[in-house]
């Protein structure tokens, strides 16, 4: 049996029959996609197919239990609008985020 990565996907998210609009499937995706990806809400929404206003949700969601953090606010790439570039890598979450978790 393959020893787990505590902060992998499959630790972290369940999954269930696939469908893509099944909540945890969206969430995961998500999770996925910001593990190598670091993108404000609406290239994940475009990267993804999922809605912005479910990748908001999620995103919340996400940030409540310390998987998701927002890393930067620039101009979107894809709007020209300022927004937060967000992430699930724990490698680029912010220092004091960190602090405030108690991971320092």
Same mark, same amino acid.
């Given at each position: 049996?393959?020893?787990? =990565? &505590?902060?992998s &996907?499959?630790? =972290? /998210? $369940?999954?269930?029959?696939?469908?893509?609009?099944?909540p945890?499937?969206?969430? *995961?995706? =998500?999770?996925?996609f910001?593990q +190598?990806h670091t993108?404000t809400?609406s290239?994940? $929404?475009?990267?993804?197919? =999922? &809605? !912005?206003?479910?990748i908001? @949700?999620?995103? @919340?969601d996400?940030? !409540?239990?310390g998987? #998701?953090?927002?890393?930067? @606010?620039? /101009?979107c790439?894809l709007t $020209?609008? *300022?927004?937060?570039?967000?992430?699930?890598?724990?490698? #680029?979450?912010?220092?004091?985020n /960190? *602090?405030?978790l108690? +991971?320092?």
């Amino acid at each position: 049996m393959q020893d787990k =990565i &505590p902060h992998s &996907p499959e630790n =972290i /998210l $369940s999954t269930t029959d696939g469908k893509d609009t099944n909540p945890k499937n969206q969430e *995961k995706t =998500i999770f996925d996609f910001l593990q +190598n990806h670091t993108a404000t809400a609406s290239m994940v $929404s475009k990267a993804t197919g =999922i &809605p !912005q206003k479910c990748i908001c @949700r999620y995103k @919340r969601d996400l940030e !409540q239990r310390g998987l #998701l953090f927002e890393v930067e @606010r620039k /101009l979107c790439k894809l709007t $020209s609008f *300022k927004a937060w570039y967000l992430t699930t890598n724990p490698d #680029l979450f912010p220092k004091s985020n /960190l *602090k405030k978790l108690g +991971n320092e």
